[in-house]
Nanobody, 122 residues
Framework: QVQLVESGGGLVQAGGSLRLSCAAS????MGWFRQAPGKDREFVVG????????YYGDAVKGRFTISRDNAKNTVYLQMNSLKPEDTAVYYC???????????????????WGQGTLVTVSS
């Protein structure tokens, strides 16, 4: 059974930073999605297992950075310059193989984390 365990959400003021972590029970292409109240789940970023290549959604480019520690099967999402519109439940996601960009196809995601709430106050 694949497990994705997230941590790091919380409340932060606009302009602040947070770092999310997601520990996986194996080696996968991974990434993050988010879902704000009343909205569809939105792709945030993906990272490949082998090369570490990354692919970002337009809304977070230049502000968020994904990285991974393959020895720990863990990915990190550093979120800087946070805005109130970044408020959402953030979900770690994983799939077998594929590219960082392919993480954007929500129907192809194999596993989801439980979600962690990020709230950005204005």
């Amino acid at each position: 059974q694949v497990q994705l365990v997230e941590s790091g959400g919380g409340l932060v003021q606009a302009g602040g930073s947070l770092r999310l972590s997601c520990a996986a029970s194996g080696r996968y292409t991974m990434g993050w999605f988010r879902q704000a109240p009343g909205k569809d789940r939105e792709f945030v970023v993906g990272i490949s297992w082998r090369s570490g290549s990354t692919y970002y959604g337009d809304a977070v480019k230049g502000r968020f950075t994904i990285s991974r520690d393959n020895a720990k099967n863990t990915v990190y999402l550093q979120m800087n310059s946070l805005k109130p519109e970044d408020t959402a439940v953030y979900y770690c996601a994983a799939k077998f193989g594929g590219t960082a960009q392919s993480m954007g196809a929500i129907m192809d995601i194999d596993y989801w984390g439980q979600g962690t709430l990020v709230t950005v106050s204005s």
